[in-house]
Structure formats: structure tokens, C-alpha cells
């Protein structure tokens, strides 16, 4: 049927549209969570998370150009529950951002949660600080009723869309703007 | 298709099509501008214009599959339907292609005049120029801590710790802090007095810098500071952190500048992409606007179309024949003018059409009547085309020639004689005849049938069309046969009756006149003259009586008919006539009759009298043991009944020579007889009303075939 093999052509012809040549790299760029643990400190539990951001060349051009890079990181808390799916307790995100001060030509760090603001002098270092997480208070403890059968869900998740607007549409399709981890999930309780 | 029997009218339809097309296409562009509120909904935008332009792709592609598949099936109005569509899509792509080139041309030397060359280097600069006043008055400040350090040196803790406020208002720094050999915080000033703490941190590295540590930050990500970290160089190795505030008009100019930067260098970065993103937009505003335009120009034309399809569908009907049929009419414009025409058309075609076969029922009973009446003609016709082949014949032809002609229906007078030979002379005599007259002609033909010898007198005429062509001949052919047979009998009844009087009478004064002889000179003659006078008185009354006799036969023979007809079983006749012969011969005699025959009206006498004459002459033909057998049969022949008797003898039969004139009166192979016997048998069976004739098809001996007229 002419109309379901004009459906199939659609995808090629939007990346056509696009005109941009969809390079595969080799995979040498993603965002890996290297670790992540929950403490129990002070009736709270706290993050710590080591996140390794390997950027592509593309972004990194693109943070040299002044343009920011935000990140959100994203924890999920679940219960497990046997008959059905497993129930969400918690939503919590932090957003960091990233960006070049041409002027100063520093790299500056920004919690946009918190406020709080790092410069470094090179990408390298504030990446690395960057993906150094200690310390953030997630949730108070009594609000976890059920510890033993409870999972946490830890994502870092690039912000496609805090992107400069012509950059959007190819983001969600050029390879190198996946700066996005995976989920990882570990117990609460070991 | 559901899209044919939308219930909107298709005008509103396509004007909300458009404005939504338009509403969401200038939701998208407007979100293009980064600074509208819609620019946060820019990708949601851009997935619903590329849903929608998916669902009119899809909505197209399906009317092109179904107009392709009615134009497979030769459906009435697709060829028309695909010509306008094919038109209007080309119409309408040539001007939005040519727009859309030229748009884009535009777009992107736009888009490409944005990025000069001396812009690019005149924004370098003037950062450059910023970076180069800030360092500037980074080293002034530096040189500022390091002369404040070397100040210092010689003073003790607890004296820094309380001159700190003073020495910071002396240099006029935001901020001093006095750091231990490891770092720490020992005593801090500020400009505001709430503070506590230093509003940098301090990097250990930054301690460890010979000359003293420099640099520009901002706190509160609006206040420009320059940071300086110097050591100060006594025994306790204390470090100091100096932070002198950028005066504001400075940091407005270096903030502008930095600004303006960074919105060049992020555009000069997203270059390719503004392209990209314009084109996009710009590409799906084209496709959006042709596709619904050829969406509803699809809907408009179908609607355009169904009158002539329905038009069309109306002329495949009537192709079939169907005069009836008549079409709706749909709208008042041209179209249904077309209709409506068309309609009376067809009433006409119909009225026309009833007339024509009312005529040619007409022509048809005339045709029949005709025919039959041909049929019923004793007189056979033959027509002939202009080939002179064989057209038509009537059933009288068939008869009087014994064969079928209409076997030879399309095949000259030659293929007919070559078939039946016997016909050969009849051919010969009209053919000539038939070709070349021009006009009526008349001519006798003899030949001889199976029934014998046949007298046919035929009339020919040529027909001729209304322009005087030749295009056929008509032969009338009448059987004058019987009625040449019974002008001889007349003939030769009236000779008879004539001879047998004018012989007669002089037969009686000879007779007596002899007599007389023999009695007056009897008496008076010696014994040898009287013997010769009573042998030759009684020679001459012999003949005389024999002389009578055959006179009196002739006279029987030249007698009209004097008949009383009776209804008679003819099988008991022929019975009794044979037992007289039964006991006197040994010839055998078989008689073979129906259960059941039919009486016939004959004179039982005349009747008789044939039966004998026939029995006699078979007795005759046959040795003396031969056999001879009378049939009777019930024989059925165009509606008439007649009662048949066949008399064969195995004898020598009847020689070829004789077989015509066998009934003609003085024919005869005996030595004896006056030849009569046969004429006067058919003589009294004609005018019982029957038939008498040779039995050709017997192949031992003679046969006579008698037929009568049954009761």
C-alpha cells in the first residue's frame, strides 16, 4: 500500500530535512555514573554520587562558544510491591549547569538548585567537580516507610531543551548531544 | 472513502483546515524568536506541525491510492479526476517551489550576513581590550596587596588581627583576610559588616604562588571582585587575601562587553543550526500549505467530477442498451444543464427506439403474411440475387422440382444441376434465360422427375432496385404437367369418340351386306365356292365384330365419366376381384392392407374395371409361377389422406423406352390387345379424383402405384 510505505520514508526524509550528515561516533562521549550511594546521616538521607561526564566534541565546542550545558540529576525512590508495579516514593532532581565566562575565562559551575556557584580555570576541572555530588540532602528517614523492600534510581539527564533554540530539533537526533546516562538502581539497604 | 460523504461544506472545512495549518505554524515561528514565552514549547511545537504534516501526507497518499486503484479499474471519472488533480498539483508546486527557492536563497545570505569578518574581530578585540584594562588593574592591585605585605612583615599577629580593618579601609578592598600558614582564617574585614566569612574560597594552590596570587571572580554572580592572595614574608609565614572591588562602571563595561561576546560567539556557533531551524520552518510552512491545498483540492474536484461520472456511468448504461435510465440532476450550473440534455436525449432515443420496433413488427407481419402466402401458391417461385445464385424458393418449387432448395441457398442454378442431374435440362433452359433477359420472358420446360415425365412452363422477371440496377430475377415455374396430360386425353377422347362414330357407322352395312351375300349365293354355288363364300362372308363378319368391338372399346374409352360414387372398402374390393383369379392361375397373389384403411368414394364398377385391367397385365408380364402383390397403406401428404394400392409383379418389367408412354392409349407390348387398358385405368382414376403412375423404384418386375383420396 502507497500510504504505509510513505510512513516508513518519514524518519529519512525529517533527518534529510535536517541536512545533517548523522555521523556515528564511536561511542568515545556518554555520561557514566561511576558510583552512587545513599548515607544515613543525621535522620537524612544524603547523596553521593561520582559522575564521570565525558563530552563529546561537538558540546565541547559548543561550551567553548559560551553556549551552557545543564544537566538534571535525577533520583527516584521505589517501594516493591508484589501484585502490582512498584510504587514511587520520590522524585527528586538537582540541576547543574555549566557555562564559559568569555571575560573572566573561567569555567563556572553553577547549582541552580542551591545557587551556589565553582569557577575553575580548565574544562577538565570543573567537570570534575562537577560530577562530584557529596553531601545532598535528598529526604528526611521517617518518610521512607519501608527501607528493606525500597530500591533508589539515580539518572543524569542532559536538558535538551535548556539548550539554545535552533540547537533543539537536532539535539533530540544528532548522536553526539546523547550526553545522558543510563539508570542505575541499587538497594537501599544492603 | 469517508472523504466523499463529508456533511460539511467542503469551502468551511478547507477554512479551518488553513487556519489551523496557519495558527500552529505561527506558534512555531514565533517561538523561533528566543525571546517569546513560546520558545520553552519550540520542540513541542515543531512534533505537532510534524504530526500534522504526517497526517496530511498520509491523508493524501491515501486519495492518490484510491484514485490510482479506480484509474487501474477504468472507473468513469478517474482519468478526468487525475488530469485535474495532476494539473492542480502542478500548478500550485511551481510557484511555492519557486517562492520557497528563493526564500531560502534569502534566509541563508541573510543568515550569512550576520557573520562578518570585521564583527567577528571587532568583538575579539573589544573583549580582548576588556580582558586587557581588567589585567591591567589586576596587576595595580596585586602590586597594592604585595606593597601591603612588605608593610606587614615586621608587624606582629595580634597587631594585623587589629589594624586589619584600618589597613583594608586604607587600601580601599572589600575584603582582608588574614590566613595562617595552612590556611586558615585568623582575623577578616569587610566592607559590610554583616559579613563573617570570605566570600571566595580559597584555593590552597593559590597560596603557594611566589609572587602572590591574582585573579578576577565574581561573587554573587554580579559583582566583579579581583582576588589577590600574597604571602607575607615573617616568620609565622601568614598569608593575605585581599579582595578589591571593580568599580561598577567598569563592570557594567566589561559585563556589556562579555555579554555582547558571548551572544556573538554563541551565534556564530549555532550558525549552521539557525539555518537549519529557518529552513525546517520555513520547509514545513510549504509543505503544510500544499499538502491541505492538495487535500482539498482532491475534495473539490471529486465533488466537480460526480455529475460527469455519473454522466459517464449514464452512457455505459445506455451502451447497454437501457433507454430508460434517467440521471439526477445535482446542481444548477453547466454540469447539470449537460444532465438535464442528456435525460432528453435519452427520452427521445427511447421514444425513437419504440417506434422503430413497432415498424419493424409491422415490416415483420408483413414479412410473415407474405411468406405464406408464397408458401400457400400452388406456383413455385424462385428468387435469385444479383449473382444470380439462389435466394429464396417457396415450398410449390420444392414440390414441382423434388428437391430442397433451400440446400442450395446461396449457390447458383449450376451447383442445383450438378447435385440433381434430372434437373439438368430444366437448368439449361432458364439459365441462358435468367442471365441475360431484360425483361419478362416465358418458356417451356420439359424433364423428367422421379414421377415421371414433368411439363413445367416458366415466367421469369428481373428485378430491379429504384435506380435502376439489376439486384435479382423472380422464376415462376407451374407443373402444366396434368394440365397437358388432360388436354391430350381431350384430345385424344375427342379423336376417339369422333373415329369410333365415322367408323361405326359404314361397320354395320358391311356386316350385313356380308350376311346378305352369304345367304342370297349360298344356295346357288357349288360346294368349293360355297366354302369359299362362307369362309370369306364369315372372315369379313369377324373382323367386323372384332372392328365393333374396338370401336365400342373407343367409345368406352372417349365416354365421359359416368360415375356413382360409393363408399368402399377398397381391401374387400381388391378381394373379390382377385378370387376370380385366385382359382383359374397358379400364379401366387399376396394381398398386404391395413388394419384399419379408410373408405374412399369410388364407382364400385370403374373401380372393378381398373382392378381387372391391372390384375390382367400383371398375369400377363408374370411366368406361370410368378408372384404378384397388391399393398393397401393409408399415405398422409400435405394434409390430405389418401388411400394408396400398389399392384408389382416379378416379371420382365416395364422396358425404359415404354415407361413414359405407358399410359398413352395403343401403347402396348403385347401382340395382342388393343393398347387402351392402361389409358382407360388411368383415365378412371383421374376422374375418381385419384392419381395412377410407375412405380420407378422397383427393381423386379412392373409396379403401378394407384392413389385415392381417402374418406
Redesign the interface.
Given at each position: 500500500?502507497?500510504?504505509y510505505k510513505?510512513?516508513n520514508l518519514?524518519p529519512a526524509v525529517?533527518s534529510l530535512?535536517?541536512?545533517?550528515p548523522t555521523q556515528v561516533y564511536a561511542g568515545k562521549f556518554d555520561t557514566r555514573i561511576k558510583n552512587a550511594v545513599l548515607i544515613q546521616e543525621n535522620d537524612w538521607y544524603k547523596l553521593n554520587a561520582d559522575i564521570d561526564f565525558n563530552l563529546s566534541p561537538l558540546a565541547v565546542?559548543?561550551l567553548q562558544?559560551?553556549?551552557s550545558l545543564v544537566w538534571n540529576i535525577r533520583l527516584k525512590l521505589y517501594q516493591q510491591r508484589a501484585y502490582f508495579w512498584d510504587k514511587k516514593v520520590l522524585d527528586f532532581s538537582l540541576t547543574y549547569r555549566i557555562r564559559y565566562?568569555?571575560?573572566?575565562?573561567?569555567y563556572q559551575v553553577k547549582n541552580v538548585t542551591s545557587g551556589e556557584?565553582r569557577?575553575f580555570f580548565s574544562q577538565a576541572s570543573a567537570l570534575k567537580a562537577m560530577g562530584e555530588i557529596r553531601n545532598v540532602m535528598v529526604v528526611q528517614q521517617d518518610k521512607i516507610l519501608n527501607p528493606e523492600n525500597s530500591y533508589a534510581a539515580l539518572k543524569i539527564q542532559f536538558d535538551?531543551?535548556a539548550l539554545?533554540?535552533?540547537?533543539?530539533?537536532?539535539s533530540?537526533f544528532d548522536s553526539q548531544w546523547q550526553l545522558s546516562s543510563d539508570w542505575l538502581q541499587w538497594p537501599l539497604q544492603k | 472513502m469517508a472523504l466523499t460523504k463529508i456533511k460539511l461544506p467542503i469551502s468551511v472545512l478547507a477554512l479551518i483546515l488553513f487556519s489551523l495549518i496557519l495558527l500552529s505554524l505561527q506558534l512555531m515561528s514565533s517561538?523561533?524568536q528566543?525571546s517569546s514565552r513560546l520558545?520553552?514549547m519550540?520542540?513541542w511545537l515543531?512534533l505537532v506541525n510534524?504530526v500534522g504534516f504526517?497526517a496530511l501526507?498520509?491523508l493524501v497518499?491515501?486519495n492518490?491510492?484510491s484514485l490510482?486503484r479506480q484509474l487501474k479499474k477504468r472507473e468513469a471519472g478517474s482519468r478526468l479526476t487525475t488530469r485535474m488533480v495532476s494539473l492542480f498539483v502542478l500548478l500550485s508546486l511551481a510557484p511555492a517551489t519557486i517562492v520557497f527557492y528563493f526564500s531560502m536563497q534569502f534566509l541563508h545570505k541573510s543568515i550569512d550576513s550576520w557573520f562578518n569578518v570585521e564583527i567577528d574581530r571587532a568583538m575579539e578585540d573589544a573583549?580582548e581590550l576588556?580582558?586587557t584594562s581588567?589585567d591591567e588593574r589586576k596587576r595595580w592591585q596585586l602590586r597594592k596587596s604585595q606593597q601591603m605585605a612588605e608593610k606587614l612583615r615586621d608587624k606582629s599577629e595580634i597587631s594585623i588581627i587589629l589594624d586589619l580593618e584600618h589597613y583594608r579601609s586604607e587600601l580601599g578592598a572589600s575584603e582582608m583576610t588574614l590566613l595562617s600558614r595552612r590556611g586558615r582564617v585568623k582575623a577578616f574585614g569587610s566592607i559590610n559588616p554583616s559579613e563573617i566569612l570570605p566570600s571566595l574560597p580559597i584555593e590552597p594552590i593559590r597560596l603557594k604562588m611566589r609572587e602572590g596570587y591574582v585573579g578576577?571572580?565574581?561573587i554573587r554572580?554580579d559583582e566583579l571582585v579581583i582576588q589577590t592572595v600574597v604571602a607575607i614574608k615573617s616568620e609565622q609565614k601568614q598569608y593575605l587575601q585581599i579582595l578589591y572591588p571593580v568599580p561598577v562602571r567598569i563592570a557594567d563595561l566589561?559585563?556589556s562587553?562579555?555579554f555582547a561576546?558571548?551572544r556573538f560567539?554563541?551565534t556564530?556557533?549555532?550558525r549552521d543550526?539557525?539555518k537549519?531551524?529557518f529552513?525546517?520552518v520555513l520547509?514545513l510552512v510549504l509543505l503544510l500549505s500544499l499538502l491541505a491545498a492538495i487535500w482539498v483540492a482532491f475534495l473539490i474536484i471529486r465533488n466537480i467530477v460526480a455529475p460527469i461520472k455519473e454522466l459517464v456511468k449514464g452512457t455505459q448504461i445506455v451502451a447497454e442498451g437501457n433507454y430508460e435510465h434517467q440521471l439526477p440532476v445535482m446542481s444548477q450550473d453547466d454540469l447539470g444543464f449537460l444532465v438535464k440534455s442528456f435525460n432528453e436525449m435519452m427520452t427521445r432515443i427511447a421514444g425513437s427506439r419504440d417506434e422503430a420496433r413497432f415498424a419493424s413488427l409491422e415490416v415483420e407481419n408483413q414479412r410473415t403474411y407474405l411468406e405464406t402466402l408464397l408458401s400457400s401458391l400452388t406456383s413455385g417461385v424462385i428468387s435469385f440475387d444479383a449473382d444470380f445464385k439462389i435466394r429464396t424458393a417457396n415450398q410449390a418449387a420444392n414440390v414441382i422440382l423434388h428437391t430442397r432448395l433451400h440446400r442450395f441457398y446461396g449457390k447458383t442454378l449450376l451447383d442445383l444441376a450438378q447435385q440433381h442431374s434430372d434437373l439438368s435440362g430444366f437448368v439449361d433452359a432458364i439459365k441462358a434465360l435468367l442471365e441475360q433477359s431484360e425483361d419478362v420472358w416465358q418458356q417451356s420446360v420439359a424433364f423428367s422427375g422421379p414421377s415421371g415425365r414433368q411439363e413445367l412452363l416458366c415466367r421469369g422477371t428481373v428485378l430491379y432496385s429504384p435506380e435502376g440496377k439489376r439486384i435479382g430475377g423472380v422464376v415462376v415455374i407451374d407443373d402444366m404437367t396434368d394440365l397437358i396430360q388432360a388436354q391430350k386425353n381431350a384430345a385424344w377422347g375427342e379423336v376417339a369418340r369422333r373415329l369410333a362414330h365415322e367408323i361405326k357407322n359404314p361397320l354395320t352395312p358391311i356386316q350385313l351386306s356380308a350376311e346378305r351375300l352369304q345367304l342370297k349365293l349360298a344356295d346357288h354355288l357349288d360346294e368349293k365356292n360355297a366354302a369359299i363364300l362362307e369362309r370369306s362372308t364369315r372372315t369379313i363378319v369377324n373382323q367386323v365384330d372384332a372392328m365393333k368391338k374396338m370401336v365400342s372399346e373407343f367409345s368406352e374409352y372417349a365416354k365421359p365419366a359416368q360415375n356413382q360414387g360409393e363408399n368402399i372398402d377398397l381391401a374387400k374390393l381388391v378381394k373379390e376381384v382377385l378370387a376370380l383369379y385366385t382359382l383359374q392361375s397358379t400364379v401366387k397373389f399376396k394381398v398386404i392392407h391395413e388394419e384399419s384403411l379408410p373408405l374412399v368414394r369410388v364407382d364400385p364398377v370403374n373401380m372393378r374395371q381398373v382392378l381387372h385391367n391391372l390384375v390382367k397385365n400383371a398375369l400377363e408380364a408374370v411366368a406361370a409361377n410368378g408372384e404378384i402383390t397388391i399393398k393397401l397403406v393409408t399415405i398422409n401428404e400435405r394434409n390430405t389422406k389418401f388411400v394408396q394400392l400398389t399392384i408389382h409383379d416379378n416379371g420382365p418389367g416395364i422396358a425404359a423406352e415404354y415407361i413414359e408412354k405407358v399410359f398413352d392409349p395403343y401403347v402396348t407390348t403385347k401382340t395382342k390387345g388393343t393398347g387402351l387398358g392402361l389409358a382407360i385405368v388411368k383415365k378412371i382414376v383421374e376422374e375418381q379424383g385419384g392419381a395412377i403412375w410407375v412405380d420407378r423404384k422397383t427393381t423386379l418386375g412392373a409396379g403401378f402405384i394407384v392413389r385415392l383420396p381417402a374418406l
Open positions: 500500500m502507497n500510504g510513505k510512513l518519514i525529517i530535512f535536517l541536512l545533517l565546542d559548543a562558544h559560551s553556549i565566562h568569555a571575560l573572566l575565562k573561567m556557584v569557577r535538551r531543551e539554545p533554540l535552533p540547537l533543539r530539533p537536532v533530540y | 517561538a523561533t528566543e520558545s520553552q519550540y520542540s515543531l510534524g504526517v501526507l498520509i497518499g491515501i492518490i491510492y490510482t573583549l576588556s580582558q581588567l578576577i571572580d565574581s554572580d566589561a559585563d562587553v562579555e561576546f558571548v560567539q554563541e556564530t556557533f549555532l543550526s539557525l537549519i531551524t529552513s525546517l520547509s
